[in-house]
């Protein structure tokens, strides 16, 4: 439900100020996707195996993903234009992506691999995280907040 002291804006227009606390919002959920990685690596793989700990730990981060937009775009008393919305979730995915392949280059892992983890053909289900990124912020900002 939208509050009374909302800011109302149309569709169509993006106020940069307003995209300040979203786009601060990544950072949290980097930070989630870092500690999932890391309790992907230590825990899960060690226990279920590489293939069965990647998908769980692409589900654990999608659900965590969801948990912390909702949280956020359902309890804020900023209404965010549909325009903001989708600049919110295409730069949380262009952000993701991009930090993906900066870390691999990093760590010397060819673009080659990098690009694998998005071959849904190849059984590969990370394509689940930037796609959730990308609609979550329209999902819990405007369609479940009407």
Do not use: C, K
Not at 11 to 19: E, F, G, H, V
Not at 24 to 51: K, T
């Amino acid at each position: 439900m939208m509050s009374t002291n909302a800011t109302s804006t149309t569709d169509r227009s993006i106020r940069l100020p307003a995209l300040r606390a979203p786009f601060g919002l990544w950072g949290v959920m980097a930070g989630l996707a870092v500690a999932n990685g890391i309790f992907r690596e230590l825990v899960l793989i060690p226990r279920i195996g590489e293939y069965a700990g990647h998908v769980l730990s692409t589900g654990l981060l999608v659900g965590a993903i969801l948990a912390v937009s909702a949280l956020y775009f359902i309890r804020t008393e900023t209404e965010y234009s549909r325009a903001e919305l989708a600049a919110v979730g295409a730069g949380w995915t262009l952000m993701t992506v991009g930090f993906e392949f900066l870390v691999g280059y990093a760590e010397g892992t060819p673009v080659s691999v990098t690009l694998g983890q998005y071959d849904v053909l190849a059984g590969q289900v990370w394509i689940a995280v930037p796609l959730t990124l990308l609609v979550a912020p329209y999902l819990f900002g405007r369609v479940l907040r009407e």
